[in-house]
Structures are given as C-alpha cells and as structure tokens.
C-alpha cells in the first residue's frame, strides 16, 4: 500500500496554481497589488475546491477593477460602479464584487459568507476578472469584475 503525504502533495499543488498563476499575470502583463493579487487566487482557490475552471486574469478589467478600487477609497464609501464602463466589448455577462475590510483574507470571507458575492465568484458563466483594491486609513476597498 503507498501512503501519499497530503499535505506534501497539497502544497506543491498550491504551489504550481501559485506559479501557474504568476505565469498568467506576467504573460498578459497585469500589474496587480499583492492584495489584488491575494484576492484573485483566493477567487481561483474557490473555484477550483468546487471543480469550476479557474477564472484568467484580464488585464482591461484589473484597469477598471482598480480605478474603481480607488474611487471608493477616496470617497471612503462603497457602492457598485456602471459596470459596462470601462470593460470594452468583449463579453457576454458582467459581475462585480466590492467591498472593504482590514485584510484581502478577511475580505474574502466576507464575500463568501454572502450568497450574492459567493454564487458571483462561483458563476459557471464567467471566464475572465480583474481585481483592484486601493488601501487608505488600513481599510482595503477591493472591486472584483467579473466577465463572460
């Protein structure tokens, strides 16, 4: 009988998507926050734990995630963006997230505790995101767009 070590093997698994992922990133040259960047895998992380494909991350909508991210922090409020703005033509469906916390991990739960946020990340339709998130006062205000 062969013993498989599971936390061995579960690493270099997070190990590769971590890799895989950073491969993404550079090779469609987004240039994310390590939130951001936080916040993406944590999406991926999700998906994948529930047998869904893994979303790309597109550079056009980390540009509107980000902005966005930024707006609300210099607002100190959050609220949705027009989401058709600033994502040029190439979808089919649109989603977003937003919100603020003091971290991209609590963030995260706070997304997944909610089922609008939850059943947007896990949406079987959406192939690509972007994510920004813009930190002011130790408040992490992140957008995530979703597209399809």
């Known amino acids: 009988m062969t013993r498989v070590?599971?936390?061995?093997?579960?690493?270099r698994l997070y190990l590769a998507i971590v890799a895989l992922a950073a491969f993404?990133?550079?090779?469609?040259g987004c240039d994310m926050s390590p939130e951001a960047w936080d916040s993406?895998?944590?999406?991926?992380?999700?998906?994948?734990?529930?047998?869904?494909?893994?979303?790309?991350?597109?550079?056009?909508?980390?540009?509107?995630?980000?902005?966005w991210a930024d707006q609300m922090a210099a607002s100190r409020s959050v609220s949705h963006s027009v989401?058709?703005?600033?994502?040029?033509?190439?979808?089919?469906?649109l989603g977003e997230n937003v919100g603020?916390?003091?971290?991209?991990?609590?963030?995260?739960?706070?997304?997944?505790?909610?089922?609008?946020?939850?059943?947007?990340?896990?949406d079987g339709s959406y192939t690509r995101l972007g994510v920004g998130v813009s930190v002011v006062d130790g408040r992490l205000y992140t957008a995530q767009v979703f597209a399809g």
Do not use: Y
């Not at 070590?5 to 690493?11: A, D, P, S, V």
């Not at 993404?24 to 469609?28: K, N, S």
């Not at 944590?42 to 980000?66: F, M, T």
């Open 5 to 11: 070590n599971t936390t061995r093997g579960t690493r």
């Open 40 to 67: 993406a895998v944590s999406v991926n992380n999700e998906r994948e734990a529930r047998g869904l494909r893994p979303l790309d991350l597109d550079k056009v909508l980390n540009e509107k995630a980000q902005a």
């Open 83 to 93: 989401l058709t703005q600033g994502v040029g033509d190439n979808w089919r469906v």
């Open 100 to 122: 603020w916390a003091r971290s991209s991990g609590e963030m995260h739960q706070m997304f997944m505790k909610s089922p609008s946020h939850r059943s947007t990340m896990l």
């Open 24 to 28: 993404a990133v550079l090779a469609t």
